[in-house]
């Protein structure tokens, strides 16, 4: 059988690099740290010790350098699962695919992956300000329905009472991330476990003319309680990622910089400060480990 991957489904620059990303394997290392907003891998790079690429093509700003030694990539994303379907897919090609000959490689690579953002709390302990590591992600989006991926009895379980709480039509899926990274990089930081919104407003109960049709899900989703599984905060991307992680086989954290809580309606004024403490924490226990 050809496992030749065709040029439609695989789709490459003029160049040889990878279509969205516009990476070719070299500029890629093996710690990759993504950000949503591309003005943000400036943000990351700022510290490296030396930037020895740099590229942008869309909203994928790429800086690949070192710190302290050690070789990083800092990629920013855009916002939403579906880029983040997009980068997964791309950076996993880049590694586990030739891309001259367009055929799997027999040895799989892992990656290291670690989202920097910021996200909103959904409870009154976890104030603006805090710094939180997402132990599971939970997709409200529906790009799992077009995948095929293994759950856990619990990840089940907590779609399944997601979906009858909020009285919508698909199943929420949530998935766990990398333990080991958790372990190196979570350490001072609360756990918690993220909501990932498809939007910005309506899916975060936010009304401004036009009218959620769950006006209070972020309430809804704080009091659930799932055998002492708790939702803690919420963003637009984590369960992408760990979805698209956990199936391509590479090691995914998502860090959280929280900026703002919807029960207390607190916004943190040093968001930004918060950001960059998390991004120098990160960058000195990947060294330090």
């Known amino acids: 059988m050809d496992k030749r991957i065709p040029e439609s489904e695989l789709i490459l620059n003029p160049d040889g690099s990878i279509y969205h990303l516009n990476l070719k394997p070299e500029h890629l290392a093996s710690t990759v740290i993504a950000v949503g907003d591309p003005d943000r891998v400036q943000k990351v790079s700022q510290y490296f010790d030396e930037i020895e690429f740099k590229i942008s093509k869309r909203e994928f700003v790429t800086h690949t350098g070192t710190y302290k030694g050690k070789r990083i990539t800092a990629i920013s994303t855009g916002m939403g699962t579906d880029n983040i379907e997009i980068f997964m897919t791309e950076l996993d090609a880049l590694v586990n695919i030739d891309l001259q000959t367009r055929i799997p490689k027999k040895q799989h690579t892992s990656l290291d992956i670690i989202r920097i953002g910021t996200s909103g709390s959904m409870r009154t302990d976890i104030p603006a300000g805090s710094m939180l590591a997402s132990k599971y992600g939970i997709g409200l989006d529906s ?121 207390t309606h607190e916004f943190a004024a040093d968001a930004y400060d918060i950001v960059d403490r998390l991004i120098q924490g990160t960058l000195n226990k990947l060294v330090e480990n």
């Open 143 to 263: 790009l799992m329905s077009f995948y095929n991926i293994k759950k856990t009895a619990l990840e089940r379980e907590v779609g399944e009472k997601i979906k009858a709480e909020l009285g919508i039509s698909f199943e929420p899926y949530c998935i766990e991330g990398s333990a080991t990274l958790l372990k190196l990089l979570g350490e001072g930081l609360i756990h918690g476990n993220t909501v990932t919104c498809p939007g910005f407003f309506g899916p975060q109960g936010r009304e401004v003319r036009l009218k959620p049709a769950i006006p209070n899900i972020i309430e809804k989703l704080a009091s659930l309680n799932v055998d002492g599984f708790q939702m803690t905060n919420f963003e637009m991307e984590t369960a992408g990622y760990y979805a698209m992680g956990r199936m391509l086989g590479h090691e995914m954290l998502s860090l959280n910089a929280i900026v703002a809580n919807r029960i």
